[in-house]
T-cell receptor, first 112, second 112 residues
Framework: EAGVTQSPTHLIKTRGQQATLRCSPI?????VYWYQQALGLGLQFLLWYDEGEERNRGNFPPRFSGRQFPNYSSELNVNALELEDSALYLCASSASGWDTQYFGPGTRLTVL | QKEVEQNSGPLSVPEGAIASLNCTYSDRGSQSFFWYRQYSGKSPELIMFIYSNGDKEDGRFTAQLNKASQYVSLLIRDSQPSDSATYLC????????????FGTGTQLKVEL
C-alpha cells in the first residue's frame, strides 16, 4: 500500500513570494492534516481537511490556506512568504478522525 | 504553561535497558494520547495511541496514562540502538475541534 506522498521535496522561495505544497493521502483516507515543523518549535498543527471541507485550523495567519480536492489530495498555500516560514511542512492522512495519522516525508521550505 | 511538555533530553540508556519517556499535558479534557517516533531527517511514525480509559502494551512498547497527574508515559523494554530517535507525544482534546497538540519531543539514545 502506497503511503502519503508530498511534493516537492524541497522548495526555495524568496520573501514575499507564494509557495504551494501538495499532498496525496493514503488510498481510502479522507482526512488530510498539515503541520509545520520549525527548528526548535516542534510540530505545529496548521489545517485539517475532511471530505473537502476545512474542519479546523491552528494558530496561523490567514496567509496560510489550503484546499482538498474531490480525490482527497490537498494543497497548502503560503502567501507573502516570510523568513520564519522556513520549516519542514508535513502532511498526514487518516481514514477516520484522529486515531491513526500517517505522515508523508515532508516538504522542506526555505525562504531567503 | 505549554499545552504538552516533554523533556528534550537526550535520554541515554544502555542497550537492553528500559527507556522511560514522559509527557505532561495541561488540558484535563484531553481524550486521546499518541506517541510518534521520528528519526533524524524523517517524518514522524505512529507507535501507539491510547484513550483516556486505559493503558496499552504492544510488543516492547507500553503506553501508560496517569490522569490524576496529567502525564502519559512510554516505556520501551529491551532498548535497541535502532530505538535511538526523537519521541513525540501528542494529545487530542475532542472538545476543541479535534485539535492535536504535539510536544517538542524527547531525544532517546540507546548506547551499545
Amino acid at each position: 500500500e502506497a503511503g502519503v506522498t508530498q511534493s516537492p521535496t524541497h522548495l526555495i522561495k524568496t520573501r514575499g513570494q507564494q509557495a504551494t505544497l501538495r499532498c496525496s493521502p493514503i488510498s481510502g483516507h479522507t482526512s488530510v492534516y498539515w503541520y509545520q515543523q520549525a527548528l526548535g518549535l516542534g510540530l505545529q498543527f496548521l489545517l485539517w481537511y475532511d471530505e473537502g471541507e476545512e474542519r479546523n485550523r491552528g494558530n496561523f495567519p490567514p496567509r496560510f490556506s489550503g484546499r482538498q480536492f474531490p480525490n482527497y489530495s490537498s494543497e497548502l498555500n503560503v502567501n507573502a512568504l516570510e523568513l520564519e516560514d522556513s520549516a519542514l511542512y508535513l502532511c498526514a492522512s487518516s481514514a477516520s478522525g484522529w486515531d491513526t495519522q500517517y505522515f508523508g516525508p515532508g516538504t522542506r521550505l526555505t525562504v531567503l | 504553561q505549554k499545552e504538552v511538555e516533554q523533556n528534550s533530553g537526550p535520554l541515554s540508556v544502555p542497550e537492553g535497558a528500559i527507556a522511560s519517556l514522559n509527557c505532561t499535558y495541561s488540558d484535563r479534557g484531553s481524550q486521546s494520547f499518541f506517541w510518534y517516533r521520528q528519526y533524524s531527517g524523517k517524518s514522524p511514525e505512529l507507535i501507539m495511541f491510547i484513550y483516556s480509559n486505559g493503558d496499552k502494551e504492544d510488543g516492547r512498547f507500553t503506553a501508560q496514562l496517569n490522569k490524576a497527574s496529567q502525564y502519559v508515559s512510554l516505556l520501551i523494554r529491551d532498548s535497541q540502538p535502532s530505538d535511538s530517535a526523537t519521541y513525540l507525544c501528542a494529545v487530542m482534546v475532542t472538545g476543541g475541534g479535534n485539535k492535536l497538540t504535539f510536544g517538542t519531543g524527547t531525544q532517546l539514545k540507546v548506547e551499545l
